[in-house]
């Protein structure tokens, strides 16, 4: 006990126990009620190893008071949240509205759910969204919420934050063709030459659209149901899916996760193929 009361004194570690006027005052946001929450929701933010200061500077280096830096950070919490009380999902994105507003948006499935509870049924909207930019990145997201709108929003922010990139050949086409299978859902996708365009399903069309693939063909064997069909195609065109072998981590679903690891560059189609892939375009 000696030790630690003297590392207090030296250090200056706050007692989480008690409250601090100096980290209460900078690091409290209050948060009103909502239709899931009916009561005020008071969230204190505290640090053991950052200690703030009385003065709070400007950026010009000026001091200012505690009173403006609350209002100023007052001022951008209620920035964040929309007029049902609830914070805004795109409010946190790695985009600015200008980039988010230029983003291939597909929505996708839009269904009511219903989850069932030992005090009755609870309804609600659900949402899958496709994002990508038309030239390389590409992403789904999904969303439930009470009102099929903000629903769709949470969607689009997880669709924003999982885009990865797609390898593509002459940026317009695959390298090579590609199965997966997910479930009863069996996808062959084929490269095409140019001028050929999309000829496949519907929400195919839409992902590869967004992915920024203008000539290629597939086809769905078995189950189309929209969420596997994809699930399905986002496994075969995303890499990273699952490491080969690796199953799900517990030892079981090794020969599901082993279909479809994510579409192979060139210097991959060139070692399968045993010789070097060369463009013969001449434009």
């Not at 200061?53 to 920035?79: C, P, W």
């Not at 509870?117 to 789904?140: E, F, P």
């Not at 769905?220 to 490491?243: D, E, H, M, T, Y």
């Amino acid at each position: 006990m000696d030790v630690i009361e003297e590392e207090e004194r030296v250090f200056g570690f706050p007692d989480l126990m008690q409250p601090d006027p100096i980290h209460d005052d900078i690091t409290t946001m209050e948060f009103p009620p909502t239709k899931r929450t009916p009561h005020t929701n008071r969230v204190v933010i505290r640090s053991v190893y950052e200690q703030r200061l009385n003065r709070i500077l400007d950026s010009d280096g000026t001091e200012k008071s505690e009173s403006r830096a609350n209002e100023e950070e007052e001022g951008q919490v209620e920035d964040d949240i929309d007029d049902e009380g609830e914070v805004d999902p795109l409010a946190h994105l790695p985009l600015s509205r200008e980039e988010l507003d230029k983003l291939y948006k597909f929505q996708l499935i839009s269904r009511r759910i219903t989850q069932q509870t030992g005090k009755g049924k609870i309804h609600r909207q659900y949402a899958l969204v496709v994002v990508g930019n038309g030239d390389g990145l590409v992403g789904y997201g999904e969303g439930k919420d009470e009102e099929l709108p903000r629903a769709s929003d949470k969607a689009f922010a997880a669709a924003v934050r999982n885009m990865d990139y797609v390898e593509r050949f002459e940026k317009r086409t695959l390298w090579t063709d590609m199965e997966t299978k997910l479930g009863s859902t069996h996808i062959i996708l084929r490269p095409r030459p140019i001028g050929f365009g999309l000829r496949c399903n519907p929400n195919v069309h839409q992902v590869l659209k967004a992915a920024g693939i203008k000539d290629a063909s597939a086809k769905v064997w078995g189950s189309r149901n929209p969420l596997n069909v994809i699930k399905a195609l986002f496994r075969v065109l995303q890499g990273g899916n699952a490491p080969l072998a690796m199953g799900d981590g517990f030892g079981g679903k090794a020969k599901k996760l082993d279909k479809g690891s994510g579409l192979r560059n060139k210097s991959a189609v060139e070692r399968d193929r045993g010789r070097k892939l060369v463009d013969l375009r001449t434009y």
